[in-house]
């Protein structure tokens, strides 16, 4: 802890790839803060700027190594700046790091979140870099203090590592085998943070729905959505992201039967033919895939089902990219997030080979990209007419030439922007409920007969604007995507 007579140190951090990653970076600014430091507000550099990393795509590094070429410049302007790296790219690299930027304060890894203080405060006082990567989860991030970027919605990991061994996927190799929390602990957590004024949460893993694998008990994660509907003030339950693997019918039937568990689900296909699946070595097949859909919309009618889908991995043909092209036509996806293969330096899929020449790679790209996108399209105006409750979401909302509308996630997680009620204050964290009116590719405008339910979670917001307010946490160019599942 500083003493007294010196400034209050600020800092930023920055998240690049998945939500698991910003429900870490929320674990590093508890960190700091519990050290007496705040967040930077406005454009001054901090004093402290963690980078937490991804390390899914090829261009990964790229961004790595560019914004610590950006920040070299800070630090020849000032060099009590600190500057540490952690996440996903600095467990893959190490010491690399530091040789190819020594003007690098730490460097921690993702089983070691808590040692970042220490790293800094030893890199301070000894004037030399210092790194600390561990090769298994010391303590689970979730115990670790937090301070989170959202007064009404939460991430709640449930277990951190994966068992699955995708052959493009090098998250096993950085965040090790999957370790599942107590289900007491992450039930404590959840009534911990509703008390705080938090309505909506999202149970994270990197596959879901195996929770419980490690204690033995394979029901543990639909046990946990029913037991998430006891608990009082907790509006929305979502979770990201599940595997069709182990995807069962007991956690299809938990989603239809708890009241407060959203029928939305992100169901990574990755692709559609089983050549490929089974090259990717994803343990299911195109007929499996497609029956969990069948059965997901028999008990969810209202069901948005989004997906993951991989362009271009090595070996593909024409045949095998229609049979992708097939499920996307049977699934009907309310958004499908797609990539074109990057060859991930350590994962088998990089040395196979037949790896596809980069046009082909681009020209199925479009097409999937086509059909998917006219697809969500046509499913957001099946909504037009219909009544929408909106989580009113941190920020100004958008303005046309003729309405200023609020922006929020229904509860399919549908992106909308609803007209601001006349003369109503309405808060982030607050409902509204309005008749959609216009569907676009990836919006919905609702703009009458808008109501307000003003919440606690309105509350708990207008509350932590009382309080200093430090800037929101920079989150990388890549945005936000599911953890890799
Ligand atoms: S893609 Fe997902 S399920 Fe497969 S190894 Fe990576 S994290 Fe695990």
């Excluded at 006219?374 to 003729?402: C, F, M, P, S, Y």
């Excluded at 309005?434 to 509350?463: I, K, S």
Aim: proline content about 5%.
């Amino acid at each position: 802890m500083s003493n007294l007579t010196e400034r209050v140190r600020t800092y930023e951090v920055r998240t690049f790839g998945c939500q698991m990653n910003v429900h870490d970076s929320e674990r590093l600014a508890g960190l700091l803060e519990a050290e007496g430091m705040v967040r930077q507000v406005g454009d001054e550099p901090a004093d402290v700027i963690v980078l937490n990393t991804c390390a899914v795509r090829e261009n990964a590094d790229n961004k790595l190594y560019g914004n610590l070429g950006q920040l070299r410049a800070l630090k020849l302007e000032n060099p009590d700046l600190q500057i540490a790296v952690g996440g996903c790219l600095a467990q893959k690299d190490q010491g690399i790091i530091i040789k190819r930027a020594p003007w690098v304060d730490a460097v921690f890894g993702t089983h070691n979140l808590a040692a970042l203080p220490v790293l800094l405060e030893r890199a301070r006082i000894e004037r030399e870099a210092q790194i600390e990567i561990a090769e298994s989860l010391e303590a689970f991030p979730s115990t670790l203090p937090s301070k989170r970027d959202s007064a009404y919605s939460a991430w709640v990991s449930v277990s951190v590592g994966c068992n699955n061994t995708c052959t493009f996927c090098i998250v096993p190799a950085l965040r090790g085998k999957e370790k599942d929390r107590r289900p007491g602990d992450i039930l404590n957590e959840v009534r911990m943070l509703v008390d705080q004024g938090v309505i909506e949460i999202t149970l994270l893993g990197q596959n879901v729905n195996a929770y419980g694998v490690e204690f033995g008990d394979r029901e543990a994660f639909s046990k946990l959505l029913r037991a998430c509907g006891d608990i009082e003030g907790l509006e929305r339950v979502r979770f990201t992201s599940p595997h069709p693997k182990e995807f069962s019918d007991d956690v299809i039937a938990a989603m239809a039967e708890t009241h407060n568990v959203m029928h939305q689900l992100h169901m990574p296909l990755q692709s559609g033919s089983d050549r490929i699946l089974a090259a990717m070595k994803r343990s299911y097949r195109q007929e499996r895939y497609l029956g969990i859909i069948e059965r997901v919309r028999k008990a969810m009618p209202d069901a948005a089902i989004t997906t993951d889908i991989i362009v271009g991995f090595p070996g593909e043909t024409e045949e095998d990219f229609e049979g992708t092209l097939e499920v996307v036509r049977q699934a009907r996806f309310a958004a499908a997030f797609t990539f074109q293969y990057s060859k991930r330096p350590g994962t088998p899929a990089a040395e196979m080979p037949d790896q596809i020449p980069a046009d082909v790679v681009t020209e199925r790209f479009d097409r999937l990209v086509a059909l998917a996108n006219g697809i969500t399209w046509d499913e957001n105006k099946k909504l037009v007419g219909q009544r929408v409750e909106v989580l009113i979401a941190d920020g100004e909302g958008k303005k046309d030439e003729t309405t200023l509308r609020l922006s929020g996630r229904s509860k399919d997680y549908r992106l909308v922007h609803v007209a601001r009620p006349e003369g109503l204050d309405v808060r982030p964290g607050d409902m509204l409920s309005a008749t959609v009116t216009y569907a676009a590719p990836y919006h919905l405008l609702a703009d009458t007969d808008v109501t307000l339910r003003r919440t606690r979670a309105g509350d708990a917001w207008e509350n932590s604007q009382a309080a200093p307010q430090p800037s929101l946490l920079q989150i990388g160019s890549l945005g936000v995507r599911s953890p890799q599942s």
